[in-house]
């Protein structure tokens, strides 16, 4: 997908991490600007003891964001910030198929111990202050976005307990191992924000509705699909008739389990945060 992304997506990601620069900037001195200005410094190490958010905070951890997209739905985004100062991040073009990017790297603190830098999209640098259970990204001063781009601009830890946000790998199927024919593996991710789910069922990409209850419960509803065939449509099959069966659920760290009343899991999920 890295090709995919080409340049004028590459641009248009660099417009909205780098600080919400205006969109008449060339792409050039878009990313020389943000260099220039968020590029962390290395002869900064040393990080101050005091009470931080360094050292005083769980910043370890998965965190999710949406970000408007120019030519699709929205741009989901995962960013995982692990304990030895490295970083995943996950994005997609959401309602298109294999659009799934995936950085790697490493990221900085400064010394104030409040503060993270790293290069995201080749060597363009964001910065980030790292607050309880979230990251506020900074303009290239160093301060807070503010106005109709500051929800462009955040990223907020997901709760492990919690379902929803999480990308749910399919596993099993009453209790046989999920294997597939195609390049994409079946999937579900529940949506907080409207109570839809959305994923790829083998063959093609499906979306509905959720609803949680109390006691673990959980319903799928209204359930749709494209109708594409391939040699995975008995997996498809299987996979939406056990969302439509499925009552409750349990969860252990990251697996997942959809249940049919107090029967045998109808299927077994894993997060994925890559």
């Known amino acids: 997908m ?9 641009c248009f990601l660099v417009i909205l991490l780098g600080g919400w620069i205006s969109l008449s900037i060339g792409c050039k001195n878009t990313q020389k600007a943000a260099v220039g200005s968020n590029r962390p410094d290395k002869k900064i190490q040393n990080v101050d003891n005091s009470h931080n958010s360094r050292n005083s905070l769980d910043w370890a951890g998965v ?7 120019d030519d699709c739905a929205a741009i989901n985004a995962e960013l995982t910030l692990n304990a030895d100062d490295t970083y995943i991040l ?19 603190w400064d ?21 309880e259970n979230g990251l506020d ?22 709760d492990e307990h919690k379902i929803e946000e999480k990308y749910w790998k399919l596993t099993q199927i009453n209790g046989q191992p999920v294997q597939f024919k195609g390049n994409k593996e079946p999937h579900m991710i529940l ?8 994923g790829f069922a083998g063959c093609n990409g499906f979306g509905g509705h959720f609803e949680l209850l109390p006691g673990n419960r959980i319903r799928f509803s209204k359930l749709i699909s494209t109708m594409m065939a391939c040699p995975d449509l008995s997996l498809e099959t299987s996979f939406l008739k056990l969302l439509e069966k499925a009552d409750n659920y349990t969860q252990h760290g990251d697996t997942l389990y959809l249940n049919k009343a107090r029967m045998a899991p109808l299927a077994q999920f894993v997060a994925v945060y890559l």
């Not at 890295?2 to 590459?10: A, P, Q, V």
């Not at 010394?111 to 790293?118: D, Q, Y």
């Not at 949506?191 to 959305?198: C, E, L, M, N």
């Open 63 to 69: 965190y999710a964001g949406k970000m408007p997209c």
């Open 90 to 108: 996950r994005y997609e073009y959401e309602g298109k198929s294999d659009s799934t990017v995936i950085k790697t790297g490493t990221f900085q």
């Open 137 to 158: 990204q900074l303009d290239q001063n160093g301060q807070p976005i503010e106005g109709a781009a500051s929800n462009l601009s955040k990223f907020r830890k997901m």
């Open 111 to 131: 010394a104030t111990g409040s503060k993270i830098s790293m290069n995201l999209l080749a060597d363009t640098g964001f910065t980030y202050q790292v607050i």
């Open 2 to 10: 890295e090709k995919g992304l080409g340049f004028r997506h590459s």
């Open 191 to 198: 949506k907080s924000a409207d109570s839809t789910v959305r």
